[in-house]
């Protein structure tokens, strides 16, 4: 069983920055794609990105890109969301996924596992 475990989330102004982390445990990280998922009060959860298990295919809602990076560091088990030009639009509780297959996947119902959340609130 793998878990994951988010980190770096808070509260910052319109237009600030934050860097999250998602460390998995176990040795099988490097294998599987992970992906980055926001929930905002009321909605659904929604896709945010996606990296490829090597990290050379990443995906981007079109919500974010150009302001989001995903980034893996296989060695250190780990995967980032740097999020940069942060709107009140992107508060929510930002989650980590892993699926057990290299290829990354923009659905929910592609993953497997699921970290327990990070909030993240943007001030305007």
């Known amino acids: 069983q793998v878990q994951l475990v988010e980190s770096g989330g808070g509260l910052v102004q319109a237009g600030g920055s934050l860097n999250l982390s998602c460390t998995a445990s176990g040795r099988t990280f490097s294998r599987y794609a992970m992906g980055w998922f926001r929930q905002a009060p009321g909605q659904g959860r929604e896709f945010v990105g996606a990296i490829h298990s090597s990290g050379e295919t990443i995906y981007y809602a079109e919500a974010v890109k150009g302001r989001f990076t995903i980034s893996r560091d296989n060695l250190k088990s780990t995967v980032y969301l740097q999020m940069n030009g942060l709107k009140p639009e992107d508060t929510a509780v930002y989650y980590c996924?892993?699926?057990?297959?290299?290829?990354?996947?923009?659905?929910?119902?592609?993953?497997?596992?699921w970290g327990q959340g990070t909030q993240v609130t943007v001030s305007s």
């Open positions: 996924a892993g699926r057990r297959t290299a290829a990354p996947a923009m659905s929910e119902m592609w993953f497997d596992y």
